[in-house]
């Protein structure tokens, strides 16, 4: 009777929670992105603006000596090059303000080289204001580039005066046009040229201050690197970690900008820059690459943790041309019709262990089918097992995968394989080495009700935050029909047995900076 007192007697409380604390997260593993670099790393793409002095003199490299009444793009409109990008699906666009001729696409008040000077607007225009006033009305990001190397400025040779006279202008672009995403820099300058040190330090300092929000692209960051090529080719291992103090801007081996390094202590996540043409500027002698050809190169970047920086050059009227908008289009809807099903989205996921138990939804193994980086799976600790198990709950048909990493915890995998189920037993897809934001690797068509996403190596913990199985129907790996050999092939090196009848800037991408 006293113990069925004492029952009742605890049951008239409110219940109180018993179950056990809540799991943390794992620790991040260093390095890991500012907030900067994270805004900047997340979305896909961006697309560059080559226009100015060039665009009218037919050339790629101005001499700095065009007279500036050939400037005269007399139908310019900004809000068309914002609307085509965004149409497209880019959410940021760079302009080429001032490149290597030292004309300026805004009234400079360190220069008459600019187009106060031209008869566009009898002098009063500012492409760089029209600009940035139609990116900001469509919520796109706005990045600017101002090329050291001026071939027109009568200082340039001359250390102090000239970083004076560059400091000046980078400073009238980063406080005359509201808020600038990324200041793109490099270190380009053609043989034969004066001699000039450039006082990066004090540049990216004055950036910091001037604009704390953006994030600095050179060679070597320091905030965004440049990936070694203009091709828009990543290495099929492809780090967000790198040592800035092993690279040097104008001289860094084009391996380690490609790759990154898996020691590295700086977080310096990869941009992929490539022409849509095979320029930089517009030539009305030039046509774009297909939507096939920018499929592929959007494997090869953004399927390898990198941003992909496509150039878009307006015509000589100041619009971006209609072939060129057709090519995006197309691009765009290559896209759409790829991604936009995840053939896993139904699956049934399970993990070899889940960090807090299995009953921990805060690391779920199912978490990986939403997007976004902030949910993710979570292994246990201490274990030697990293593998997910998925059951589509019917047979399906794929050759492409999507994996990510949620980087804000730091970039861990460094290889992986992935699995099917046959009649056969487990039958090995692909493998690669290093996710980072996204990856993306193709192999010949498969059939599989199951799979396993299997990490064989990692610098900590493995962190997943999406998985994705899609079908491509277009591209060229996507048609060849399955082989004995499949299960043992690379997708990545499978690629690159591929040739393809492109123009010769592919095979051997024009230096514009």
């Excluded at 589509?392 to 460094?414: D, K, Y």
């Excluded at 999406?466 to 029909?481: E, W």
Aim: hydrophobic share 35%; glycine share 8%; net charge negative.
């Amino acid at each position: 009777m006293r113990f069925l007192i004492l029952i009742l007697f605890l049951l008239s409380f409110p219940l109180l929670s018993f179950s056990a604390p809540r799991k943390p997260p794992p620790l991040p593993i260093l390095p890991i992105p500012s907030a900067s670099q994270l805004q900047w790393q997340l979305p896909p793409m961006a697309i560059f603006f080559h226009f100015g002095m060039n665009t009218f003199t037919d050339s790629e490299w101005g001499s700095g000596h065009a007279d500036p009444s050939v400037f005269n793009p007399t139908l310019l409109d900004a809000s068309q090059w914002i609307r085509v990008a965004k149409d497209a699906g880019f959410s940021r666009v760079i302009l080429t303000a001032k490149h290597h001729d030292g004309f300026c696409l805004w009234p400079s008040e360190y220069t008459d080289y600019s187009v106060k000077a031209s008869p566009w607007k009898n002098g009063s225009g500012d492409v760089v204001a029209e600009l940035a006033a139609a990116a900001k009305e469509s919520g796109i990001a706005l990045g600017l580039y101002l090329s050291p190397w001026d071939r027109h400025e009568a200082s340039y040779g001359k250390t102090m005066e000239y970083n004076e006279f560059y400091m000046g202008q980078m400073t009238e672009l980063l406080t005359r046009y509201g808020e600038i995403k990324e200041v793109f820099l490099d270190g380009a300058k053609g043989e034969g040229e004066k001699d000039m040190e450039y006082f990066f330090d004090s540049w990216f300092s004055l950036i910091h201050q001037l604009q704390p929000g953006a994030v600095i692209f050179s060679d070597v960051g320091p905030d965004t690197r440049w990936i070694g090529d203009e091709a828009g080719v990543a290495g099929s291992t492809c780090w967000s970690l790198f040592n800035r103090s092993n690279a040097k801007i104008g001289d860094t081996d084009s391996r380690y900008a490609q790759e990154g390094d898996e020691l590295g202590h700086d977080w310096l996540p990869p941009e992929c820059d490539v022409s849509i043409r095979p320029g930089w500027f517009w030539h009305a002698s030039e046509i774009p690459k297909s939507p096939l050809k920018l499929l592929d190169i959007y494997y090869k970047s953004v399927g390898r943790n990198c941003l992909l920086l496509l150039n878009v050059p307006p015509n000589s009227s100041g619009l971006i041309s209609s072939e060129d908008i057709e090519v995006l289009q197309g691009f765009k809807e290559l896209r759409r019709s790829i991604f936009s099903n995840n053939l896993a989205k139904n699956a049934i996921v399970n993990a070899s262990s889940t960090r807090g138990g299995y009953g921990n939804s805060q690391f779920s193994p199912q978490n990986v089918l939403g997007e976004g980086i902030y949910t993710y799976w979570a292994p246990e600790e201490k274990q030697s097992n990293w593998t997910l198990y998925l059951d589509f709950q019917e047979t399906v048909s794929f050759n492409v995968l999507q994996v990510q990493e949620p980087i804000h915890m730091g970039q861990r995998i460094v290889e992986f394989h992935v699995e099917i189920l046959s009649k056969y037993g487990w039958k090995r897809v692909t493998n690669g080495s290093t996710v980072g934001h996204q990856r993306l690797l193709q192999f010949p068509t498969v059939e599989s009700r199951y799979l396993k996403f299997v990490v064989d190596k990692s610098r900590a913990d493995p962190l997943i935050s999406y998985l994705g199985i899609y079908k491509d129907q277009f591209s060229v790996l996507g048609n060849i029909p399955n082989a004995t050999s499949w299960n043992y092939v690379n997708g990545s090196q499978v690629l690159k047995q591929i040739t393809h009848n492109h123009s010769q800037i592919e095979t051997a991408p024009v230096q514009y900076m």
